[in-house]
């Protein structure tokens, strides 16, 4: 079955691909970072595009094995690794990577085509299957699936995950519900009876994603379950932080973000707007003006080592929309390493 996985995601098709390598602009001998491996979209065009050297990094069994076929077809190229943002140092160790030694890196945050295709995964909505969601694919056995996240936590944690990690409008009622079928010996095993019940809180309701197209009322739930298992936004966080001490100087960062979340942290990474190396949950606006006296205290505050190479995110054109919908949402941001 994983050979039959594999081979069905050959072709697959990378999002923001011409901007990626114009941003990233691999150089001959140079040594990159694929930081979201995925269906391997990037890291094939990235190798075609010079004789680069490539590590590639995926949390995900299947992607793994995938990079490992890349790895065959461009010999002394590519090391694959398995594992999360936040297991890098310790995988770079082994093979004398050390800090300011990268020239480039890329990240593609969410799902990869793989996870929400493959229903057994419990990733998409409309490919019924067991509420797993794990990215690692069950390698961490400590790690909850979504089934047991909604089996046993509180009415006020799935509010909260529902609410913060989905921006889920109807959170509160969800959870109320969830719990309600909990207490009638009903623990919710599937994405169908999950989509089932978050369509029960809002039967009336028709939601139209950024295209205008219908789109699941279940869609918010399914992402803020998601992010929880896989503590997403927590290793989005690490990664970026990884990206400044792995990084050389004039190293270039391009990170491709699908929704707010992600890529709020990505912009206050790259502005400095940052509090013990985490993004800071405030906008500045919010701030007490009367702590800052001056400019220079200021600035002190908002020390980056980043300079950002295009003064807005990219976005897919409607082109490309139309050939792939899943690239609707995404943004990108580019960045130079200067300190």
Same mark, same amino acid.
């Given at each position: 079955m994983l050979k039959t996985q594999l081979r069905r995601y050959k072709e697959h098709t990378p999002v923001l691909?011409?901007?990626?390598?114009?941003?990233?602009?691999?150089?001959?001998?140079?040594?990159?970072i694929d930081m979201t491996f995925g269906a391997g979209g990037h890291s094939r065009k990235i190798l075609e595009s010079s004789k680069c050297k490539l590590i590639t990094l995926d949390r995900d069994p299947i992607a793994y094995e995938k990079a490992k076929e890349l790895a065959e077809e461009f010999p002394n190229r590519v090391t694959p690794l398995l594992g999360k943002f936040s297991e890098l140092p310790a995988l770079l160790k082994p093979l004398g990577v050390s800090q300011n030694s990268i020239d480039g890196m890329l990240f593609d945050f969410g799902c990869s085509s793989m996870q929400f295709d493959i229903g057994e995964r419990g990733f998409s909505i409309?490919?019924?299957?067991?509420?797993?969601?794990?990215?690692?694919?069950?390698?961490? /056995?400590?790690?909850?699936?979504?089934?047991? #996240?909604?089996?046993?936590?509180?009415?006020?944690?799935?509010?909260?995950?529902?609410?913060?990690?989905? &921006? &889920?409008? +109807?959170?509160? +009622?969800?959870a109320q519900t969830i719990i309600q079928a909990r207490y009638m010996c009903k623990n919710i095993d599937t994405t169908k009876e999950l989509v089932d019940l978050v369509n029960s809180v809002c039967p009336d309701e028709v939601r139209l994603d950024k295209l205008q197209? /219908?789109?699941?009322?279940?869609?918010? !739930?399914?992402?803020?379950?998601?992010?929880? #298992?896989?503590?997403?936004?927590?290793?989005?966080?690490?990664?970026?932080?990884?990206?400044?001490?792995?990084? +050389?100087?004039?190293?270039?960062? #391009?990170?491709?973000?699908?929704?707010?979340?992600?890529?709020?942290?990505?912009?206050?990474?790259?502005?400095?707007?940052? !509090?013990?190396?985490?993004?800071?949950?405030?906008?500045?606006k919010y701030v007490n003006p009367s702590l800052v006296q001056d400019q220079d205290t200021i600035? &002190?505050?908002?020390?980056?080592?980043?300079?950002?190479?295009? +003064?807005?995110?990219?976005?897919?054109?409607?082109?490309?929309?139309?050939?792939?919908?899943?690239?609707?949402?995404?943004?990108?941001?580019?960045?130079i390493k200067i300190k």
């Amino acid at each position: 079955m994983l050979k039959t996985q594999l081979r069905r995601y050959k072709e697959h098709t990378p999002v923001l691909l011409e901007e990626t390598l114009s941003y990233l602009n691999p150089t001959e001998n140079e040594l990159y970072i694929d930081m979201t491996f995925g269906a391997g979209g990037h890291s094939r065009k990235i190798l075609e595009s010079s004789k680069c050297k490539l590590i590639t990094l995926d949390r995900d069994p299947i992607a793994y094995e995938k990079a490992k076929e890349l790895a065959e077809e461009f010999p002394n190229r590519v090391t694959p690794l398995l594992g999360k943002f936040s297991e890098l140092p310790a995988l770079l160790k082994p093979l004398g990577v050390s800090q300011n030694s990268i020239d480039g890196m890329l990240f593609d945050f969410g799902c990869s085509s793989m996870q929400f295709d493959i229903g057994e995964r419990g990733f998409s909505i409309s490919k019924n299957g067991y509420l797993d969601m794990r990215m690692d694919a069950g390698r961490d /056995p400590n790690q909850l699936t979504a089934r047991e #996240v909604l089996a046993s936590a509180t009415e006020q944690e799935l509010y909260k995950i529902f609410k913060i990690y989905g &921006e &889920e409008k +109807k959170a509160a +009622k969800i959870a109320q519900t969830i719990i309600q079928a909990r207490y009638m010996c009903k623990n919710i095993d599937t994405t169908k009876e999950l989509v089932d019940l978050v369509n029960s809180v809002c039967p009336d309701e028709v939601r139209l994603d950024k295209l205008q197209r /219908p789109q699941s009322n279940a869609t918010k !739930v399914f992402q803020a379950l998601r992010i929880f #298992v896989n503590n997403e936004l927590n290793e989005i966080n690490y990664g970026m932080i990884l990206a400044k001490y792995y990084m +050389k100087i004039h190293g270039r960062l #391009v990170t491709i973000s699908f929704h707010s979340l992600e890529d709020t942290i990505v912009k206050r990474h790259i502005a400095g707007n940052l !509090v013990n190396e985490m993004a800071n949950p405030l906008p500045l606006k919010y701030v007490n003006p009367s702590l800052v006296q001056d400019q220079d205290t200021i600035n &002190e505050f908002l020390i980056t080592p980043w300079q950002q190479l295009n +003064k807005h995110v990219d976005m897919p054109t409607q082109e490309e929309i139309e050939m792939n919908p899943r690239s609707r949402s995404a943004r990108l941001r580019a960045a130079i390493k200067i300190k």
